[in-house]
């Protein structure tokens, strides 16, 4: 169990009123639970835990770092981490961990573990069950996930979308892959099964030289072009309306080339949250497809910057890292047949 930080280990400041990160002790003295399992738990925490908009690609190499020294020494892993970035983790995690064949599994809470009705404790302990199931003499999860509030995700599938409810995940475009009742149910035929069983390798070179790029009605081109003209930056992922459709104008098409022609990656992916970029389909995306705009498919944000943030770090040429994008690394992307 590794404990980064988030609201799950939070305590009130009795001076602000707000809620802070707390060191460990306080979660492994509110679930005592933890002493029933019929497994042995092994915990390290970070040495400052954060609150998770804190959270810096650092943190992730930390994380990989963490999983590769204890691999070959534990069934499972369970990270503890706040809710708000936890669907970037999962994504970066998942790019970053090659040939993985341990689970993964981070969770958190909306509600202090300390507190009443938190709902930290059963999103703690299902975790801890998923990271230390078994099945046939392997691991049944062998991806990074999010358990959270009875549903385990795939990690690269997720968004945060609920700032209130327990519920506060979503996997739009692929389905989950258990759920928690009275047993937890796995649904098998959606779980990544590795066909070897190679040694893990940790990717831990990441390029931070990107930018989201979220398109409005009546954008202006001081905006757009002051983004793609910032300095250093690699790739930008453009977050188009619907099936990938942006503004026509010649100014907008013409910034995009011009980056285009310098080196710089545009990715696009829907500002939905179901369902996928289809370049061409619409006559309001013939023109990026024609100027050599990348199709995202349907990709989160989140997975969409740490994909590009991991294939920039591994020092690729330009129609490697485009190949890539357009492969399945770790699922995050439906490619049809
Ligand atoms: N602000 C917190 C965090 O992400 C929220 C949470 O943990 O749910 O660290």
């Known amino acids: 169990m590794i404990y980064t930080g988030g609201t799950i280990g939070m305590i009130e400041n009795h001076e602000t009123g707000a809620l802070m990160p707390f060191d460990f002790s306080h979660i492994s003295e509110q679930v005592p639970e933890l002493k029933k399992f019929n497994c042995q738990i092994s915990t390290i925490s970070f040495e400052k835990p954060v609150d998770s ?15 590769e020294k204890n691999h070959d020494s534990y069934d499972g892993f369970v990270i503890l981490h706040g809710t708000d ?31 009443l009705r938190t709902d930290g404790k059963e999103n703690l302990i299902s975790a801890i069950e998923v990271a230390a199931t078994r099945r046939n003499g392997r691991p049944i999860i062998s991806e990074v996930c999010i358990y959270f509030e009875f549903k385990l995700y795939r ?17 739009f475009n692929y389905p989950l892959l258990a759920e928690a009742g009275v047993h937890i149910k796995y649904n098998f035929e959606f779980i990544h099964s590795p066909k070897h069983r190679e040694k893990l390798t940790i990717h831990t070179e990441l390029d931070n030289n990107v930018a989201i790029l979220k398109l409005f009605p009546g954008i202006k081109k001081e905006v757009v072009s002051a983004i793609l003209n910032s300095e ?35 990715l696009n992916i829907t500002q939905c949250k179901s369902g996928s970029v289809n370049m061409g389909r619409y006559e309001t995306s013939v023109d990026l497809l024609r100027i050599g705009v990348i199709s995202g498919y349907d990709i989160t944000t989140e997975a969409a910057i740490t994909k590009l943030m991991f294939l920039l ?9 485009i190949k890539m994008l357009n492969t399945s690394i770790s699922g995050e992307i439906t490619i049809s047949e």
């Not at 770090?313 to 890292?321: A, H, P, R, V």
């Open 155 to 171: 990690g690269n599938r997720t968004t945060k979308l609920n700032a209130e409810n327990f519920d506060a995940f979503a996997s």
């Open 85 to 115: 970035t936890m669907s970037y983790t999962a994504s970066a995690l998942s790019f970053m961990l090659e040939n993985q064949h341990k689970p993964v599994i981070l969770t958190g809470s909306q509600l202090p573990i300390g507190t």
């Open 232 to 266: 250093g930056l690699k790739a930008v992922v453009l977050e188009t309306f619907g099936a990938g459709n942006a503004p026509t104008d010649a100014w907008f098409i013409e910034c995009l080339q011009k980056s285009i022609e310098k080196g710089i990656i545009i």
């Open 313 to 321: 770090g591994q020092k690729l040429s330009q129609n490697e890292i």
């Open 53 to 67: 908009s804190a959270i810096r690609p650092e943190f992730w190499v930390e994380l990989a770092k963490i999983i």
